[in-house]
């Protein structure tokens, strides 16, 4: 079974959430400060593996200001705090949203 491949990413107005749609029906609505804490980049989790878990920053009132796509796999978020390193894959949007409940809790 291949990755699930997006068929919609839209910055929701104000920017306080991506809403991404997937080819394998799946719909999620990510808000901007999840995203934010589940920045992939090196500067924010080291070079080691990724564990996969939201840092403990304070992303309360960041919005996405900007999605820039990277190639055909994956996505780069610009911030309204200013952070714009990190490469979202497919897979990893579609995790997050299938994830939501336990990064939030």
Known sequence: MSAPWPVELKVRKGGGALAASFDDG???ELPAPLLRTMTPSADGRGHGPDSFRPLAIDAGGVTIKDLRPVGRYA????????????????DR???IGRERASLEA
């Not at 996505?75 to 497919?90: A, K, P």
């Open 75 to 90: 996505v780069r978020i610009v911030f309204s705090d200013g952070h714009d390193t990190g490469l979202y894959t497919w």
């Open 93 to 95: 949007l579609h995790r």
């Open 26 to 28: 799946s719909a999620y």
